[in-house]
């Protein structure tokens, strides 16, 4: 499990570090959760997301919220 914090300050070095991993076999499978305060990107780069099999969550966050996304990574139900 990665959790990748996502900002890049219009870098776009967010979008191409998922991207490498995604690419690479080894790691292509390799759950991820992307935790971010840009909450506008994250509702624009929503097909992006979804398109690589990553969970969101958006800062500020409680600690269930994170647990959920991790469960649903790795394969469960979610945490609640």
Do not use: H, N, Q
């Amino acid at each position: 499990l990665l959790l990748l914090d996502w900002w890049d300050g219009g870098t776009g070095a967010s979008a191409a570090a998922l991207d490498r991993l995604r690419a690479d076999p080894a790691t292509a499978g390799l759950p991820v959760v992307v935790l971010t305060g840009a909450a506008g990107e994250v509702a624009e780069r929503a097909a992006y997301f979804a398109e690589r099999g990553v969970e969101v969550v958006t800062k500020p966050f409680d600690i269930e919220e994170l647990l959920a996304a991790v469960a649903r990574a790795i394969g469960g139900e979610g945490a609640g």
